[in-house]
């Protein structure tokens, strides 16, 4: 599980029947200070609605994805489980003063 913020979307013209209507994103990982993590962002369904530029938690669990998606031969790895509520102040920000 980690932190991140969605930096695109993807689209798929084939992609396994447990996935039609799902939205797929790009996000990026964040450190605690809100920065990105140097490398390539990561391929995440998405059923929650979040959008670009949003901070998310996403998970890597399988079985926990293939539960959200109501197929257990669904090839889903990693999902959005949770987008960061706008009007929260950032930790280290509220730690500032």
Do not use: C, F
């Not at 994103?25 to 059923?47: F, K, S, Y």
């Not at 959008?51 to 998310?56: H, I």
């Amino acid at each position: 599980m980690y932190h991140g913020r969605v930096v695109g979307s993807a689209t798929a013209t084939v992609k396994h029947r447990s996935m039609t209507g799902a939205k797929l994103l790009l996000v990026m990982a964040l450190q605690a200070d809100g920065r990105t993590v140097e490398g390539d962002p990561i391929l995440v369904v998405d059923t929650l609605g979040a959008g670009w530029g949003e901070e998310v938690v996403v998970t890597s669990d399988g079985i926990g994805a293939r539960e959200m998606m109501h197929d257990n031969t669904s090839p889903v790895r990693w999902s959005v489980l949770a987008i960061r509520d706008a009007s929260e102040p950032r930790r280290d920000a509220a730690r500032r003063g």
